[in-house]
T-cell receptor, first 112, second 113 residues
């Protein structure tokens, strides 16, 4: 049972490039979410999903796309990276009826 | 809307001294409350959680927190800190009617010898 996994751990992009941050969980959790962490701001919710085929926006969704084709995977896409997207990204999951979210190890993204 | 406030950005404490980190939230109903710790360059580790019942909850690493409904607070305490407790601490609040988790801005704890 690996829990929540994220790849890559580190990434450097140039402005305008696109990429996908991967998130997978093996706990059969319905709910999955993406957060970004910036100094002095805690973690802010980007997008979330309550099941395959269902996604919704969080607090800071602009510049990011998500999809949920399977229960296990919830990738986060940056279509055209901007320096303002330099951050640490965390994926989390939980059972729909549970309260505790389980976090992945994070991806540190730098956009130059 | 809900918000989470951690009034102290940075706290310095001597090794062996007690530690208290403050957390206040705004939410009408009973929230689900969490404290996470993040060591430099690491992910988030859950210290403790409150869902219901006894308002004093025990967590890992000798931490405890008390839920005070009248003060909308969930302060974290440790009687005697160790150098390894130097980290950033986040309070988080979940609501009963949706799935979102709101985080405070975090408190950085420095432990001096």
């Amino acid at each position: 049972n690996a829990g929540v996994t994220q790849t890559p751990k580190f990434q450097v992009l140039k402005t305008g490039q696109s990429m996908t941050l991967q998130c997978a969980q093996d706990m059969n959790h319905e709910y999955m979410s993406w957060y970004r962490q910036d100094p002095g701001m805690g973690l802010r919710l980007i997008h979330y999903s309550v099941g395959a085929g269902i996604t919704d926006q969080g607090e800071v969704p602009n510049g990011y796309n998500v999809s949920r084709s399977t229960t296990e995977d919830f990738p986060l896409r940056l279509l055209s990276a901007a320096p303002s997207q330099t951050s640490v990204y965390f994926c989390a999951s939980k059972p729909l009826k549970g309260h505790e979210q389980y976090f992945g190890p994070g991806t540190r993204l730098t956009v130059t | 809307a809900q918000s989470v406030t951690q009034p102290d950005i940075h706290i310095t404490v001597s090794e062996g001294a007690s530690l208290e980190l403050r957390c206040n939230y705004s939410y009408g109903a009973t929230p689900y409350l969490f404290w996470y710790v993040q060591s430099p360059g690491q992910g988030l580790q859950l210290l403790l959680k409150y869902f219901s019942g006894d308002t004093l909850v025990q967590g890992i690493k000798g931490f405890e927190a008390e839920f005070k409904r009248s003060q909308s607070s969930f302060n974290l305490r440790k009687p005697s800190v160790h150098w390894s407790d130097a980290a950033e601490y986040f309070c988080a609040v979940g609501r009963s009617n949706d799935y979102k988790l709101s985080f405070g801005a975090g408190t950085t704890v420095t432990v001096r010898a």
